[in-house]
């Protein structure tokens, strides 16, 4: 099997076991801990997506440098004194921010949530924990990067899936047996990714080989960087007001109880990254390695397979949670009061979720060439475009607004970025993305979803079990459809037949 599939595979395989052990709890957290609660877990994910612009570009940074490093473009040498910079100036910003949420937490609980049920003491003390988490965290990110950058995603897999079901279980096991509350499953999960942060580190600097002299801060070494740096940080600064400006709204304006429901909703919506962040994980550092190798023919043919792999996986997981969003939501919770509150958000969110995912490819792409420079442009324009939407129809209209902003942007992504990404790179292959590798399967998917969506619409005395039996063939038959509308889709499922009828005849 070669490394591309085994990583995917990997990338499936533990992005999905780690997501199936964030959603499989959910219901138990909110049953311990209370919707409001479960608003803050929505608030410290906003905080570390606004502090992720401190980043300055330094983690895809690294993450390209490392593919470089595989394909021999630095020496053990130059790569071990450019993790050796990185890693002090992330040190130093994770202490920062763990400093910063401490200090602004008795402000953020006073003055920016409307809380309703919990003591003002029990969110400050809650939102100080996650500092030290967002810490954490923060550091984990570059040696993650580091470890896709040199494509050993089997072993980061398995160790993410192993942490994820230590939080999950053992959150369970805190909320039940020692306190059912917000600090205790905080504090669980600072000890957990403090763990796991060591051990990314102990087997990054595993995999480089030892250099001829000990590893050292060097200001050459992130000059030679700095340029790509400098546009992924402009392109983190944009797509995190891209993806964060609603949340922040809705934080102030909504109640705490019903941010948790919007935060419910994105959360299921954005479990959609289990499909999309596998691929992009391989393609960014395949596609690295190609271009710097000059294999143009090579690059362009993994370009559409990767694009048509992110659409089958991407597009019936969405066509049927956005058209099934209030029997998913209610097999999941058994709870008529947020199924009410959660799914129509739900239905709306995960369509932009999808358009904004199918994006990936091109965008990995831009960054393999190290082109950097047409995402800002276009993140620029939609900034302009999201934050007076915003502005003016959310505190009028509400969450339901901010999702169909949400889908406008990511439609534009669509419409615009990838016409401008093809006017200079692939610049025979548009027309191929957007027929083969996205809108038939699409319009395949959406013709049978729409079908079966009229047909339940007709017998609504449907059983519980008889209805997720009804979703599960649905989603199969969806799945299906779709994997016979792309190229590869027919060419590995033609390869798997004559494996099958050539291993028959023989027997």
Known sequence: MSSVKRNIIANYLGGGWSALMGLAFLPIYIRYLGIEAYGLIGVYASLQAWFALLDMGLSPTINREMSRF???????????????????????????????VIGIASWIATDWLKVEVLSIRTVTHAL???????AFRWVDTLYRSAIL????????????????????????????????????????????????????????????PTPPNPPKFSIDALRGVWSFAAGMTMITFLATILTQVDKLLLSTLLPLEQFGYFTLASTVAGALSILIVPISNVAYPRFTELVASGEEKAFTMQYHQFAQLLTISVIPATLILSFFSHQIIYLWTHSAATTQAVAPILSIWVIGTALNGLMHVPYMAQLAHGWSRLTVIVNTIAA??????????????????????????????????????????????????????????????????????????????????AESIFLAMGAVLVLLATTMTTPLGRQTVFKAMRRITGANAIN
């Open 70 to 100: 595989t394909a021999g473009i630095h020496s053990p040498q130059s790569i071990r004194d450019l993790l050796k910079s990185v890693e002090m100036i992330y040190m130093g910003i994770a202490a920062l921010l763990a400093v910063i």
């Open 128 to 134: 100080m924990i996650t500092g030290v988490i967002i």
């Open 149 to 208: 950058g040199l494509q050993h995603q089997v072993w980061l897999n398995g160790v993410t899936a192993a942490f994820a079901t230590i939080r999950g279980l053992g959150s369970i096991g805190v909320l039940a047996l020692i306190s059912p509350t917000i600090q205790a499953f905080f504090i669980f999960q600072a000890l957990t990714y403090a763990l796991e942060t060591i051990l990314l580190a102990r087997q990054t600097h595993r995999y480089l």
């Open 384 to 465: 302009a475009i999201i934050i007076p939407a915003f502005l003016i129809l959310v505190p009028r209209y509400g969450v339901m607004a901010a999702a169909w902003i949400w889908v406008a942007i990511n439609t534009g992504y669509i419409l615009f970025a990838v016409p401008a990404m093809h006017l200079k790179i692939l610049r025979h292959e548009k027309w191929k993305w957007y027929e083969a590798d996205v809108f038939g399967p699409l319009l395949i998917g959406l013709v049978i979803a729409l079908g079966m969506f009229l047909w339940a619409e007709q017998h609504p005395e449907m059983s519980l079990p």
